[in-house]
């Protein structure tokens, strides 16, 4: 009766346990269901926090365009193209320790200066006699910065004459004159190299007026920021301008341009708008394959069609762009609209939709990335090949699909396909790329130079800056030192009869001869 008692309450004890046991393993899924739910809300948070705020992708396309595909975890996975072998290998890799290389470091041209330092007392301790040196070595290098010195230069033209016509008195008098060079401004102090590293500082360095009166004051230069904005519109107006000018010229005679625009503010507007009303600045791009890269800004008060039809006047052939209403409707110009765009839309659906128009769009990046080294007739052929039957798929889907209404995803769907006739141009043109990063990036530095310049007072002094900062830009994107560049034109070309001779104004684009030998980075 015992062992029956026993048995029984075993049994129960069993009984108990694997109850016990199964509650816990019913909490511990419920706690990993949990885990699992707070992780990815984790990730996306995180993703969100401290994600990448614009699409940047990995591969760099010939004219710098940025990326697009971070956020993406197929983009950060090789790419397959051969066909794949199964077999395993295991192997042992063994590290070398290499020394640190180092972050810091000098340009071969700069200058060395050698400081040898010796004992003060050269008599031994041990006998008082004269010690012989027997070896040296160097045990630190250190940089020293020699700041900017003003210096006061003044011009003096001497006059001479001949003594031995001027005493016969029928004989005309002999006098001849030392001729000093042309001032880049008239009745001013600024020479050259001061105009130079003003727009240089601005532009390049975005460093706005009013905080480059103190620096030159510190150097002894006294002058105000009304004097230095004066200045910058002087040489913008009377030297940059006739290589505006003929870049432009130059720029309309292309067969592709990229084309954007991004808000600015002007104070003293013409046309009795208040202040806090939005000026714009376009930039105009050329592409790689046709020549010297030329970037064109424009300041304006309107985003309107007129001032793209006056920026591109004389233009015939296509114009890449983003979706804004103005692009389009011009006489002899096509426009080719931007694939970054358009994945940018479905990627903001965050749905599995969204995903799907995502995934279509991946794959003609990658084909991008794999033909940017091709001419322009072989990159055309590929896309007709590999990437037009995606494209049709793709807007094939788009509209045999029930996207309606006012969210992300009917408004991807609708962005996509009033666009086809644009978003199919780079299909049969090489020379056209698929999306339009590098007018966003052209127009980067004017956005950054915004955030610190804060606004044009007048006009012309935004008529200055886009006249300025094309230079500049033009200038980086052909390896120009912009400050040699501009230290050149204001030296010279006061002293050129360019007007009468435009001809000249070649011998000084970015691009040329002249200038790369002479201001090459």
């Given at each position: 009766m015992n062992l029956l008692e026993n048995a029984s309450t075993t049994e129960k004890v069993i009984q108990l346990l694997e109850q016990q046991l199964a509650y816990s393993n019913q909490?511990?899924?419920?706690?990993?269901?949990?885990l699992d739910q707070a992780l990815a809300q984790i990730h996306h948070l995180t993703k969100a926090l401290y994600g990448s705020k614009s699409e940047k992708s990995k591969y760099q396309a010939p004219d710098g365009q940025v990326s697009l595909f971070d956020d993406e975890p197929s983009f950060n996975e090789p790419e397959h193209t051969d066909e794949q072998s199964t077999e395993t290998i295991s192997y042992t890799v063994t590290r070398k320790k290499t020394s640190k290389k180092r972050n810091d470091s000098f340009r071969d041209d700069i200058e060395v200066e050698e400081i040898h330092h010796h004992p003060t007392n050269l008599a031994c301790d041990c006998c008082l006699g004269e010690m012989v040196e027997f070896s040296s070595s160097m045990v630190r290098e250190e940089a020293k910065f020699i700041p900017a010195t003003m210096k006061r230069v003044q011009h003096f033209e001497h006059v001479y004459e001949c003594k031995t016509c001027k005493k016969d008195a029928l004989q005309k008098a002999q006098i001849k004159r030392g001729k000093a060079p042309q001032g880049a401004i008239q009745r001013s102090i600024a020479g050259p190299t001061v105009l130079?590293?003003?727009?240089?500082?601005?532009?390049?360095?975005?460093?706005?007026?009013?905080?480059?009166?103190?620096e030159w004051e510190r150097h002894g230069l006294l002058t105000n920021d009304k004097n230095l904005s004066n200045w910058v519109i002087r040489v913008a107006e009377d030297w940059l301008q006739p290589l505006f000018d003929l870049m432009k010229k130059l720029l309309t005679a292309k067969s592709v341009l990229h084309i954007d625009e991004t808000y600015a503010q002007i104070l003293k507007r013409s046309d009795g708008k208040p202040a806090q009303s939005n000026a714009y600045n376009w930039v105009c791009r050329s592409v790689q394959s046709e020549g010297p890269i030329i970037i064109l800004f424009k300041s304006a008060l309107s985003r309107g069609r007129a001032i793209l039809e006056d920026f591109i006047a004389g233009f015939k052939g296509t114009v890449i762009c983003d979706g804004y209403s103005a692009y389009g409707k011009l006489a002899d110009v096509q426009f080719a609209n931007c694939w970054a765009h358009v994945r940018r839309y479905w990627l903001k659906a965050d749905s599995k939709n969204g995903q799907i128009g995502v995934e279509y769009c991946n794959p003609l990046f990658h084909i991008e990335r794999k033909i940017k080294h091709l001419s322009p007739e072989e990159r055309v052929q590929v896309r007709r090949q590999e990437a037009k039957p995606i494209v049709d798929e793709f807007f094939d889907w788009v509209d045999r699909s029930p996207f309606f209404g006012k969210n992300a995803i009917a408004k991807a769907a609708e962005y996509t396909l009033s666009r086809k006739e644009e978003l199919m141009v780079f299909l049969e043109n090489g020379n056209v790329a698929i999306d339009n990063n590098p007018a966003e990036n052209a127009i980067r530095p004017n956005v950054i130079g915004r955030k610190n310049w804060l606004f044009s007072v007048s006009e012309a002094g935004a008529k200055a800056n886009a006249i300025c900062l094309s230079l500049a830009e033009t200038a980086k994107a052909n390896g120009i030192d912009f400050y040699q560049y501009l230290v050149k034109l204001m030296t010279e070309l006061p002293n050129m009869p360019f007007h009468q001779q435009p001809e000249i104004l070649h011998n000084y684009l970015p691009w040329s001869e002249n200038i790369q030998a002479t201001c090459a980075k």
């Open positions: 909490q511990n899924q419920e706690l990993s269901a949990k130079a590293k003003l727009i240089y500082d601005k532009f390049i360095q975005y460093l706005p007026l009013y905080r480059q009166v103190n």
